[in-house]
């Protein structure tokens, strides 16, 4: 018998049919993106290079040794364990010797195709071992595991982009079976995510399962609990918009009920967004140290024994705020110096949002402050901006996450904020003592 689970969640629902008096554990995992490289840090030459190449496949070891270390009876991958075709038959390879482990410890996997990985994408192949079952791409199919009293539904996608209700052509539950559907779907929409496969929270409960495996939505979510209808999250932040913990779920049923569904942090990298308020700060030593403080709270508190990539935003009302934005290459420079003393800690983008004290937005028509406001008034200086400098940065190759605020805000369109930027620093360079709130 498996110890009890310390469950994060708890259980309210009973199985479709008696199973008697067993048990059993499983991991649900989706979006392992197995081999995919992290995006969004080409700026830093500091990072760890071969190590943020091997993040998918060290977060992936994680979850092989979870399920030996937890017993599990079972894996889904609930879709998009790879990240397309294989460049080589490494990323294969690898797969095989993790699934020989799970099949040495008696362990069954079973994984469903998503977009990244549907059944027209990957193209390369291998015999897997004995242990691990593939759901069709040609209509859903049923798993029936007799021993535990489980039967798992599920269809793979036969292309990366499925626009109709897979679900809705799942089977009925299998009498006197714990019944898992598994599947790869946007459910209601997602803003962050293709809409794929559609379905709703109403539809899965109503098809009478007692706990549904999904994947496709990278955070964290279990959206019921009567069914459970789970996301597990990616396994590896890949990007600094994945931030905080990712990893699986360690699921337990007993007597048709689950008991446990508790989260597994199993990356190895974690994506953090650190926010500093500068307010009031009239050095650059006092922002330095509010950075430095920022930072030992999230080497602490959040990234614990990982290593940590962060998005740094400086925040609040100072009169430096015109001459971060001015010396923001330097700026960065001093935020990544601070990260290498504390260790394991890199930089990944710094925003500067500080807003001046409120005199320097006021002033007179007689002013420089005043001349500036009236400039910005002109309707020609917006067109003049967007003609000079649109066919330069249309010239620039974009690195998806590696734009800063003001490159952001000129690829949008959006000169307003651009020129605003622009007068933040010129009016706290005119302001007295501006020129000199770096020493």
């Given at each position: 018998?498996?110890?009890?689970?310390?469950?994060?969640?708890?259980?309210?629902?009973?199985?479709?049919?008696?199973?008697?008096?067993?048990?059993?554990?499983?991991?649900?995992?989706?979006?392992?993106?197995?081999?995919?490289?992290?995006?969004?840090?080409?700026?830093?030459?500091?990072?760890?290079?071969?190590?943020l190449?091997?993040?998918?496949?060290?977060?992936?070891?994680?979850?092989?040794?979870?399920a030996?270390?937890?017993?599990?009876?079972?894996?889904?991958?609930?879709?998009?364990?790879?990240?397309?075709?294989?460049?080589?038959?490494?990323?294969?390879?690898?797969f095989?010797?993790?699934?020989?482990?799970?099949?040495?410890?008696?362990?069954?996997?079973?994984?469903?195709?998503?977009?990244?990985?549907?059944?027209?994408?990957?193209?390369?192949?291998?015999?897997?071992?004995?242990?691990?079952?593939?759901?069709?791409?040609?209509?859903?199919?049923?798993?029936?595991?007799?021993?535990?009293?489980?039967?798992?539904?599920?269809?793979?996608?036969?292309?990366?982009?499925?626009?109709?209700?897979?679900?809705?052509?799942?089977?009925?539950?299998?009498?006197g079976?714990?019944n898992?559907?598994?599947?790869h779907?946007?459910?209601?929409?997602?803003?962050?995510?293709?809409?794929?496969?559609?379905?709703?929270?109403?539809?899965?409960?109503?098809?009478?399962?007692?706990?549904?495996?999904?994947?496709?939505?990278?955070?964290?979510?279990?959206?019921?609990?009567?069914?459970?209808?789970?996301?597990?999250?990616?396994?590896?932040?890949?990007?600094?918009?994945?931030?905080?913990?990712?990893?699986?779920?360690?699921?337990?049923?007993?007597?048709?009920?689950?008991?446990?569904?508790?989260?597994?942090?199993?990356?190895?990298?974690?994506?953090?967004?650190?926010?500093?308020?500068?307010?009031?700060?009239?050095?650059?030593?006092?922002?330095?140290?509010?950075?430095?403080?920022?930072?030992?709270?999230?080497r602490?508190?959040?990234?614990?024994?990982?290593?940590?990539?962060?998005?740094?935003?400086?925040?609040?009302?100072?009169?430096?705020?015109?001459?971060?934005?001015?010396?923001?290459?330097?700026?960065?420079?001093?935020?990544?110096?601070?990260?290498?003393?504390?260790?394991?800690?890199?930089?990944?983008?710094?925003?500067?949002?500080?807003?001046?004290?409120?005199?320097?937005?006021l002033?007179?028509g007689?002013?420089?402050?005043?001349?500036?406001?009236?400039?910005?008034?002109?309707?020609?200086?917006?067109?003049?901006?967007?003609?000079?400098?649109?066919?330069?940065?249309?010239?620039?190759?974009?690195?998806?996450?590696?734009?800063?605020?003001?490159?952001?805000?000129a690829?949008?369109?959006?000169?307003?904020?651009?020129?605003?930027?622009a007068?933040?620093?010129?009016?706290?360079?005119?302001?007295?003592?501006?020129?000199?709130?770096?020493?």
């Amino acid at each position: 018998m498996h110890p009890p689970l310390n469950s994060a969640y708890g259980c309210t629902r009973a199985g479709a049919g008696s199973i008697g008096m067993s048990g059993f554990r499983f991991l649900h995992a989706a979006d392992i993106h197995l081999d995919s490289p992290l995006s969004g840090l080409s700026r830093y030459e500091g990072l760890p290079a071969d190590q943020l190449r091997r993040a998918t496949r060290d977060a992936f070891d994680n979850l092989i040794e979870a399920a030996i270390r937890e017993a599990v009876d079972f894996v889904i991958i609930a879709g998009d364990l790879f990240d397309g075709d294989w460049k080589d038959m490494s990323t294969g390879l690898y797969f095989a010797r993790a699934m020989g482990r799970l099949e040495a410890a008696g362990i069954r996997v079973f994984i469903l195709k998503g977009n990244h990985d549907a059944e027209s994408l990957v193209t390369k192949s291998l015999p897997w071992p004995g242990n691990v079952s593939v759901f069709s791409s040609r209509a859903p199919q049923t798993f029936d595991l007799a021993d535990l009293g489980v039967a798992l539904h599920g269809q793979s996608f036969p292309t990366g982009a499925v626009v109709e209700d897979l679900s809705a052509a799942y089977p009925p539950p299998t009498p006197g079976r714990f019944n898992i559907g598994v599947l790869h779907t946007a459910l209601g929409g997602y803003a962050q995510h293709q809409t794929y496969a559609p379905c709703s929270v109403q539809g899965l409960s109503a098809k009478g399962y007692d706990y549904w495996a999904l994947g496709h939505v990278h955070a964290q979510q279990v959206v019921s609990d009567d069914p459970y209808i789970v996301f597990p999250g990616n396994l590896q932040g890949r990007h600094a918009k994945e931030i905080g913990p990712k990893g699986a779920m360690l699921v337990e049923v007993r007597d048709g009920l689950v008991v446990g569904v508790k989260p597994l942090e199993l990356d190895v990298l974690r994506w953090i967004a650190v926010e500093a308020d500068c307010t009031d700060a009239t050095t650059l030593p006092d922002i330095h140290e509010r950075v430095r403080s920022q930072l030992i709270k999230v080497r602490i508190q959040d990234a614990g024994d990982r290593q940590a990539v962060f998005r740094l935003t400086l925040t609040g009302q100072t009169a430096l705020s015109g001459l971060l934005s001015d010396r923001r290459d330097a700026l960065r420079d001093e935020v990544c110096a601070i990260a290498e003393a504390l260790g394991d800690l890199w930089l990944e983008k710094l925003i500067v949002r500080t807003i001046p004290p409120q005199e320097l937005t006021l002033g007179g028509g007689d002013d420089a402050s005043g001349l500036v406001d009236e400039a910005l008034g002109e309707p020609e200086l917006l067109q003049l901006l967007e003609s000079e400098l649109k066919p330069f940065l249309d010239a620039v190759p974009q690195d998806d996450g590696d734009l800063d605020g003001l490159r952001a805000a000129a690829r949008d369109g959006d000169w307003d904020t651009v020129l605003a930027a622009a007068s933040l620093a010129l009016k706290t360079r005119l302001a007295p003592g501006g020129a000199d709130a770096d020493r």
